[in-house]
């Protein structure tokens, strides 16, 4: 009978009128985000870091920008860890370089924001307001 | 004695259903069309000068901007170039754990293709369907890498973490739920008259002039030609699975359409054996930490969901590749639109842009 | 004779002013005032409340929920909507024909308001019960064909001229077997007069009577008002808007308007038509299951609009001249025949 398809897609839309719905009620629900996930700043862990600028090295898109000073010891002293979120891809090679793991991501993605400069952050200092921040509350 | 003229209608970068930003100069009489000519370079992005200027592993990541929307197959087909060129052997688990994942793509790239295809005829009811099958798959790629679209999971020796049991669950889960989600678009769309009025017989491509265009994939298949890379070169493991190549007969707007739903079949058959004869072992060959592959050249393609996608590297025996170059299916499918579109409507040739799914970030490059 | 709650109110509203002012023409005049502004107001209402509905449900089928922020459970979005169209930048492109294009949107509005006078919404209760009722509401629905072409012309860009002429093709192939599929109704009631037809759907209503008739008029009417999956006047995929595309603000506000009092015009037309108009059980009045039905006639039009994609232009129209023209004057061959054989018996 011409139309018989017509029908049955009517009752498959009806259906869905009266089921379930899949929306997520934004910001009182969140939906969680999985172990791996990319996303987010840089949590940077100063005791692990060494210094050796491999992350630097190995991102494609020149998006890290280390500054680190040597003194008279011959030690190496982190001062700057500037990531430019404008440049960066998401794509983890930083961290899979990194010889003792000391960068991950903090998997935090609501840094949106109206200003242009709030894309350039520096990891090391956020990293020590944290620590203060839980240094406070202990 | 009434006089008629042609006139050049400029459907722009901006339009509703241009696939991303291509502009088409259709020329009509009336609401007939005369020609179509695609004018392209809207999202050219560089991206074959910019891997002249990385290391091979620093390519990668930009090889999932190409075909955005399936993004495992073109790291795969840029990572096996690389194997080729280097020498490198991958092992078996990270290669069935590659076909699950780029099968899983292919899978998430056709319900863009429905979902793209049921807006552009009228029915946004699809597009929301479509795309709620599909944030599954992006989940379940949430899980095995921590991204949704640029995956950047397949590298060059293998896979970059192992695949948890908690995807090769939900995986399974989601292959039980294919075949009802297939039932449900059957009944909504493929069974609908209206549907099936505006697609059957409109857009023809002969077998002749796909094979004269060079086009790949779905829409060569649409016309009647038995081409298919995965059976053909058998590459990685494809070779150990059990699958069908559908085709169709008269090359037109519906078999094009039936093709991709019969695929998703298929690479949810194919995904089910991987699941089922996952092998031990590890995940990464053995890789040198600074990658110089010896002097020359090697190509290789590998079945992308709008064709064949190839990768010519030619080394000159240094970390950064000399020169790269795509062979973009896309590119070489969007050629047929001129005939496609020749002595139809105006509506057909949206039906025809969204049939040939071509994808902007791919023919620009 | 005539009974119900509206139509005592307004006798004794009448009684009121005939004795505030003495003069019987100027009662008329303020009576006649009165209603056609309660009627703007439903226009109104239709619109705004359609606005949001139309939006739920399409939600609903789409397996989400539409707008839920704005006031509780979103039911002030279509005021955010207004209140959005009003502060837009009022764009006037150039080389148009400039009092076709402004005059476009208005006189699209005046026959979608204009045949809310027809309608019976209780027993007596109509403003104009002309006995040439659906005649004259057929001949202005064929005047929104004139606006949309005048939008389409001087828009002076190439996407409204394609939706122009697709409107005069599409809504003037139509308006013949609408026409005919009705003339079964009045062969039966044998009066055009809209009181007359719903008084004679007292015992059987006209859907049981003519089945045919109801098919090709809903397809009819989704084609009149420009619903999906008949919406090609402004395929939104092929030509964005057809004839509005030029337009914004509070231009394209009129023509928003103007479709969606065109939707409850059609699902009033459906009830009174076919499915019984005011007629109902006595729990309650008359005008309660005259709003009851109308509404799931317009549910029903959309839960079709939201289904189903879009039709070609020539598959349409060679479907309206070739199909449903035939089928309906089989139809008035068939209810003659019935009327016949009813009379004899």
């Known amino acids: 009978m011409w139309g018989k398809g017509l029908i049955t897609g009517m009752k498959v839309t009806w259906g869905h009128w009266f089921g379930k719905k899949e929306t997520v009620y934004y910001p009182e629900e969140k939906l969680p985000m999985t172990e791996r996930f990319r996303g987010g700043h840089l949590a940077f862990d100063e005791k692990k870091c060494i210094g050796c600028k491999l992350c630097a090295i190995g991102c494609p898109n020149a ?29 983890d090679l930083c961290i899979e370089a990194c010889p003792t793991k000391a960068i991950t991501w903090d998997k935090n993605y609501e840094f949106a924001s109206y200003f242009k400069e709030d894309m350039t952050y520096d990891a090391l200092v956020e990293a020590r307001n944290r620590r203060g921040d839980d240094e406070r509350n202990d | 004695m009434a006089q008629t003229e042609k006139y050049v209608l400029n459907m722009g970068p901006q339009h509703p259903s241009t696939h991303g930003v ?3 100069q259709v020329e009509l009489d009336g609401e007939n069309i005369v020609g179509a000519k695609p004018v392209m370079g809207y999202l050219h992005r560089g991206i074959e000068k910019l891997m002249e200027s990385r290391t091979y592993v620093q390519c990668v990541p930009f090889t999932d901007r190409l075909d955005y929307v399936s993004a495992m197959n073109n790291n795969l087909g840029f990572c096996m170039a690389v194997e080729k060129l280097a020498g490198i052997e991958v092992p078996e688990r990270a290669e069935y754990i590659r076909v699950i994942c780029a099968e899983l793509n292919r899978i998430a790239s056709h319900h863009v293709f429905i979902g793209s295809l049921t807006n552009d005829l009228g029915s946004a009811t ?20 921590g991204a949704r679209m640029t995956a950047h999971y397949i ?25 009802e989600m297939l039932d449900e678009y059957n009944k909504l769309f493929s069974g609908n008259e209206i549907f099936q009025a505006r697609m059957k017989k409109t857009s023809i491509i002969t077998k002749e002039m796909a094979l004269k265009f060079g086009m790949s994939g779905p829409n060569i298949r649409a016309s009647g030609v038995d081409y298919d890379i995965r059976k053909i070169d058998k590459y990685g493991a494809y070779g150990k699975f059990d699958f069908e190549v559908p085709l169709g007969k008269r090359g037109d707007n519906w078999d094009r359409y039936m093709i991709r739903m019969k695929e998703i079949a298929e690479s949810a058959k194919i995904i089910q054996q991987a699941l089922d004869n996952m092998p031990e072992g590890p995940y990464m060959a053995k890789v040198p930490k600074v990658l110089r592959p010896p002097k020359g050249d090697a190509y290789h393609r590998v079945e992308n969901t709008r064709g064949e996608l190839g990768f010519y590297i030619v080394s000159d025996g240094s970390t950064k590749p000399y020169r790269v170059h795509i062979r973009r299916p896309s590119f070489v499918n969007l050629q047929a639109l001129d005939t496609m579109c020749k002595g139809m409507l105006l509506a057909d040739a949206v039906t025809a842009f969204a049939t040939i799914d071509p994808l902007m970030g791919e023919v620009d490059c | 004779m005539h009974s119900g709650i509206l139509y005592s109110l307004g006798q004794s509203l009448r009684e009121i002013l005939s004795s505030l002012i003495g003069v019987p023409i100027l009662v008329d005049l303020l009576m ?17 409340v359609f606005t949001l509905g139309e939006r739920k449900i399409c939600a609903f089928i789409q397996v989400r929920i539409g707008p839920n922020r704005v006031g509780p459970g979103g039911l002030l979005q279509s005021v955010a909507d207004m209140l959005k169209l009003m502060d837009k930048e009022d764009i006037v492109p ?15 509005l005046v026959p979608s308001a204009l045949i809310y006078a027809f309608f019976p919404f209780d027993d007596g209760v109509i403003l104009a019960d002309v006995n040439v009722g659906l005649f004259l509401l057929i001949a202005i629905t064929s005047q929104t064909v004139l606006p949309f072409l005048m939008g389409g012309y001087a828009s002076n860009s190439k996407y409204s001229l394609i939706g122009g002429m697709r409107t005069v093709a599409q809504m003037l192939g139509y308006e013949v077997p609408m026409v005919f599929a009705l003339m079964g109704i ?25 089945p045919l008739a109801f098919l090709i008029y809903i397809i009819t009417a989704l084609v009149e008002s420009n619903r999906p999956p008949f919406n090609i006047v402004e395929g939104e995929s092929e030509i964005i808007a057809g004839p509005f595309t030029e337009y914004t603000g ?13 939707l409850m015009c059609i699902g009033i037309l459906t009830t009174t038509l076919f499915l019984g108009g005011w007629h109902g059980p006595d729990f309650l009045p008359g005008f309660c299951w005259f709003w009851i039905k109308t509404f799931l006639c317009v549910l029903f039009y959309q839960w079709v609009g939201w289904t189903f994609p879009r039709a070609r232009v020539d598959s349409m129209l060679s479907f309206g001249w070739k199909v449903l023209l035939p089928i309906a004057l089989i139809n008035v061959l068939l209810t003659g025949v019935g009327i016949y054989v009813y009379n004899v018996m």
């Open chain 3, 94 to 108: 150039r080389g148009i024909d400039k009092w076709l294009w402004v005059l476009s949107p208005i006189l699209l």
């Open chain 2, 22 to 24: 291509l502009q088409v």
């Open chain 1, 63 to 91: 998006a890290l920008d280390l500054t680190v000073s040597v003194d008279e010891d011959k030690k190496r002293h982190m001062e700057a860890y500037v990531h430019q979120i404008g440049r960066c891809m998401y794509c």
């Open chain 2, 155 to 179: 590298r060059i020796g293998g896979v970059a973490a192992d695949a948890q049991d908690e995807f090769l669950r939900d995986t399974q889960k989601f292959i039980d739920y294919v075949p």
């Open chain 3, 186 to 210: 009045v062969m039966i009631t044998g009066s055009l007069k809209m009181s007359a037809i719903v008084e004679a759907q007292s015992d059987v209503w006209f859907i049981v009577l003519q």
């Open chain 3, 250 to 262: 509070m231009r394209w506000a009129l023509f928003f308007l103007a479709e969606f009092s065109n």
């Open chain 3, 32 to 48: 006649t005032i009165i209603c056609a502004t309660i009627l703007l107001l439903i226009m109104a209402t239709s619109a705004l």
């Open chain 2, 126 to 145: 699809g597009m929301i369907y479509a795309f709620r099958d599909r944030e599954k798959i992006l989940d379940l790629f949430n899980i095995i890498c």
